[in-house]
Nanobody, 126 residues
């Protein structure tokens, strides 16, 4: 069973930065694709970014491309989401999630993420 624990959320001013961490246990990162989703009040949960360490593939939603960077530390079995140039629309609860790695999926396929962390709150406000 995959377990995920997020941390690093908080309150930041527009234009600021935060780095989220997701510690993964139960499996090594190479077995998994690790994703970040977010959910704002009254909105559906949306995919933000994911990484497959087996082949180094990363993917970003259009709304965060160029501002967010996903990375991993295999020694710590941890995935990071560096968020720069934060905007009010980036506010929400950020969830770390996992699915089995599948090298043949389409890039924009956000389905089958079945293990979720508890979430960490990100608030962008002046």
């Amino acid at each position: 069973q995959v377990q995920l624990v997020e941390s690093g959320g908080g309150l930041v001013q527009p234009g600021g930065s935060l780095r989220l961490s997701c510690v993964v246990s139960g499996f090594t990162l190479d077995d998994l694709t690790i994703g970040w989703f977010r959910q704002a009040p009254g909105k559906e949960r949306e995919g933000v970014s994911y990484i497959s360490t087996m082949n180094g593939k990363t993917y970003y939603s259009e709304s965060v491309k160029g501002r967010f960077t996903i990375s991993s530390d295999s020694a710590k079995n941890t995935v990071f989401l560096q968020m720069n140039g934060l905007k009010g629309d980036d506010s929400g609860v950020y969830y770390c999630t996992a699915r089995w790695v599948d090298l043949y999926r389409s890039d924009d396929d956000w389905s089958d993420f079945g293990s979720w962390g508890q979430g960490t709150q990100v608030t962008v406000s002046s």
